[in-house]
C-alpha cells in the first residue's frame, strides 16, 4: 500500500523537484520508503507536526496544502459569516514556515474566506490574542514549538482563541479524507498580492497585546534593578519579551547574543527546549559573566517559558516548581481583591501541591486533560456561563497562562511575572529558591520524576502501544507500595486519552502517556511528603520499578 503511494507521489506533476529527488534517493531503501508514506500525518495536539520532508507522514507544501483545503471547505461550510470572519495566520522562524504560511493563506483566500497575515515572525501567544482581538473564525500557528530543527507544524485554532478540540478536530479529519492533493490546481493560485481578501496585520494589534498584558502585573514593589540574562533560543521571542520587559521597567535585560537572532538551523543552541538544562549553556556562562540574579528563556514560538536562578550555583526551576511558585505568589497578591470563585486549572498529570496552596486562599483547582487546549477550554466555557472566575493556568511542561486576555500558553506574559516576582523577592534580600523552602515547608517537600522515552517510526508506535497494554494490566507493585486506585482515561466516554494514572495515595502516583506531538512515552511521577529526604526514596523507588516494568514489557 505505501508503495502505491510512493510511486504515485513520483508520477504527479503536483510533486515538485525537490521533492522527487528526495523521493528517488531513498528508492532502494524500503523501510524509509515505509517509514514516509505507512500513514499520514496524523491530527494531534490541535494540529499536524511532523519532519520536513517528501511523503504523507512529514511535513510538505503537499501534506500542509491538504490541511489548508480541509480548513477551507469546513469554513465555507459554515456560511459567509464564517468566511467574513476569517482566519489569522502567524508563523515562527523554521524552515518553510514563510513558505507553508503563504500557501495556506492564499488557498483560504480562493475560497472567498479572509485572512489576516503577520508581516513577519509571531510568538504563538500573540497569534492566539489576535483571534480574540480580530474576532476571527480560526488561527493558524505556523510552529514546532520546541521540536528539533527538521520539524515544523501546522497549529489551528478556533474562534475562543484557543487550540481545536475534538469536535472541530474530527471535522477536519473527516474533510481532509476528501482531499485529493496530489490532483489539487496549484497553479491556479494567484499572487500574494493580487487577493484583496488577505490583509496585512499592523502594530495595532501587538500594541494592544503588550497593553492587555500589563493589565495583569501584581505588584510595583519590587526591585527593578534585578539582572536578567534572557535568551529566545534563536526563536520568535527577543523582541516581544523584551519589550514587555522594558514596559514594566526591568531595564537591566542582557540577551545572549549567538542566541539573539532567529534562526532555524538553531546554530548556536544545544536543544531548543527549555525545559532540557542543556538549553541554557550560553545563557549560564553569561550570567556568571554578568553576576546577573534569573536566567528566562523561552521556546521557538515563545510559548513556554523556563527560568534558572544564579546563586552561586545554578538553580533549575521545574515546570512543575515554576506552577505552584507562580500560582502562590499570584494568589498572595491577588487576595485582598477577594475575587468569587476563583479558579486554577492544571492537567491530571501536573503535580497536586497547587491544591493546597489553593485550598489556603479559598481558590478551586480544577483538572483537565493534557493539552493546553483543554485548560483553556474552560475559562471559555466560564466566560459564557460565568460560574468561574480564572486566575491562572498551567502545566508541567514549562507552559503558563495568567489572566483571561488570552487562550494559549504565553511565555511573554509570564515572563513578566517572573521577573516581578524575582524583584519583589529580591527586595526582601529572598531568593526563588529561598521562597520554594517556605512552600515546602507550609504544604510539604514535594518531588517528581519527569522523563521521556523515545520510540521512532512504525514499530515505535507498536512498542508504545505494547508497553501501556501491559501497564494497564498491572494490578501491584513492589518497590513503591500498595495500589489505591489505577485511572484509565481511555475509557473517558467524552474526551478519551491514551493515559493511565496509579495512585499510592493522593499525593504519590505516577502517569504515563504517549505523547500527542512527539514519538515518545512520557512518564510522570510524583511525591509529597514532610521530609524531604522521604519524597526522595519515594521518588527513587518509583523511577526503579517503573522502568524496569517498561523494559519487561519492550
Not at 502585573?217 to 540574562?229: A, G, M, N, P, Q
Not at 485582598?336 to 496552596?357: H, Q
Amino acid at each position: 500500500m505505501y508503495r502505491d503511494i510512493y510511486e504515485k507521489w513520483l508520477a504527479s506533476e503536483n510533486v515538485d523537484a525537490n521533492l522527487k529527488n528526495e523521493l528517488i534517493a531513498i528508492k532502494d531503501n524500503e523501510e524509509e520508503i515505509e517509514d514516509r508514506f505507512y500513514k499520514n500525518l496524523e491530527f494531534g495536539t490541535a494540529g499536524i507536526r511532523g519532519i520536513l520532508g517528501a511523503g504523507t507522514n512529514r511535513m510538505n507544501y503537499l501534506t500542509v496544502g491538504k490541511t489548508a483545503v480541509a480548513l477551507s471547505n469546513l469554513i465555507e461550510n459554515l456560511g459567509e459569516d464564517a468566511k467574513k470572519r476569517g482566519v489569522v495566520i502567524g508563523r515562527d522562524i523554521r524552515h518553510f514556515s514563510y513558505e507553508f504560511s503563504i500557501l495556506t493563506a492564499k488557498i483560504l483566500a480562493e475560497k472567498g474566506i479572509t485572512v489576516y497575515l503577520f508581516p513577519g515572525i509571531t510568538p504563538t501567544p500573540l497569534l492566539a490574542y489576535s483571534i480574540r482581538y480580530l474576532k476571527t473564525i480560526s488561527g493558524i500557528m505556523i510552529t514546532a514549538s520546541h521540536n528539533p530543527k527538521n520539524y515544523n507544524g501546522f497549529k489551528l485554532y478556533w474562534e475562543k482563541g484557543s487550540q481545536i478540540l475534538s469536535d472541530i478536530a474530527d471535522k477536519m479529519e473527516e474533510e481532509s479524507q476528501n482531499v485529493d492533493i496530489l490532483n489539487f490546481n496549484f497553479t491556479g493560485l494567484k499572487k500574494l498580492g493580487e487577493y484583496e481578501n488577505i490583509k496585512f496585520i499592523g502594530e495595532k494589534v501587538t500594541k494592544s497585546f503588550y497593553r492587555n498584558t500589563l493589565k495583569h502585573t501584581l505588584t510595583d514593589d519590587v526591585d527593578k534593578d534585578i539582572k536578567i540574562i534572557y535568551t529566545p533560543l534563536s526563536g520568535c521571542g527577543n523582541k516581544f519579551v523584551r519589550k514587555i520587559l522594558d514596559l514594566r521597567g526591568f531595564k537591566r535585560v542582557i540577551v545572549v547574543p549567538e542566541q539573539e537572532n532567529p534562526d532555524g538551523d538553531f546554530t548556536n543552541v544545544t536543544n531548543p527546549n527549555p525545559e532540557d538544562i542543556r538549553a541554557f549553556d550560553r545563557a549560564i556562562e553569561l550570567a556568571k559573566k554578568e553576576n546577573a540574579d534569573i536566567i528566562i528563556a523561552t521556546d521557538p514560538d515563545s510559548d513556554r517559558v523556563a527560568v534558572v536562578e544564579m546563586d552561586g550555583e545554578i538553580f533549575r526551576i521545574t515546570g512543575n516548581q515554576m506552577g505552584f511558585i507562580l500560582g502562590n505568589f499570584i494568589l498572595e497578591r491577588i487576595k485582598d481583591k477577594n475575587i468569587e470563585r476563583g479558579a486554577i486549572v492544571k492537567t491530571v498529570v501536573t503535580s497536586d501541591l497547587i491544591k493546597k496552596i489553593a485550598k489556603n486562599f479559598g481558590v478551586e483547582v480544577f483538572e483537565t486533560l493534557t493539552g493546553f487546549k483543554n485548560i483553556c477550554n474552560l475559562p471559555n466555557i466560564w466566560e459564557e456561563n460565568h460560574e468561574n472566575n480564572f486566575i491562572f493556568g498551567y502545566e508541567e511542561s514549562i507552559g503558563y497562562v495568567i489572566g483571561d486576555h488570552i487562550r494559549d500558553k504565553d511565555a511573554i506574559g509570564t515572563s513578566m511575572i517572573v521577573a516581578e516576582m524575582a524583584g519583589y523577592l529580591k527586595k526582601r534580600n529572598l531568593k526563588i529558591k529561598d521562597y520554594l523552602e517556605e512552600i515546602y515547608k507550609k504544604y510539604g517537600y514535594f518531588e517528581e520524576y519527569l522523563d521521556s522515552i523515545y520510540f521512532e517510526g512504525k514499530d515505535g508506535k507498536v512498542i508504545m502501544k505494547k508497553i501501556m497494554d501491559d501497564f494497564r494490566k498491572i494490578e501491584d507493585f513492589e518497590k513503591i507500595g500498595e495500589l489505591k486506585k489505577k485511572v484509565d482515561f481511555i475509557k473517558d466516554k467524552e474526551n478519551p486519552q491514551d493515559l493511565l494514572k496509579f495512585y499510592f495515595d493522593d499525593e504519590t502516583w505516577f502517569a504515563l502517556r504517549p505523547s500527542g506531538t512527539e514519538p515518545k512515552l512520557k512518564i510522570y511521577a510524583y511525591a509529597v511528603s514532610e521530609n524531604k529526604e522521604e519524597a526522595k526514596k519515594i521518588i527513587n523507588a518509583m523511577k526503579e520499578e517503573i522502568m524496569e516494568k517498561i523494559e519487561a514489557s519492550r
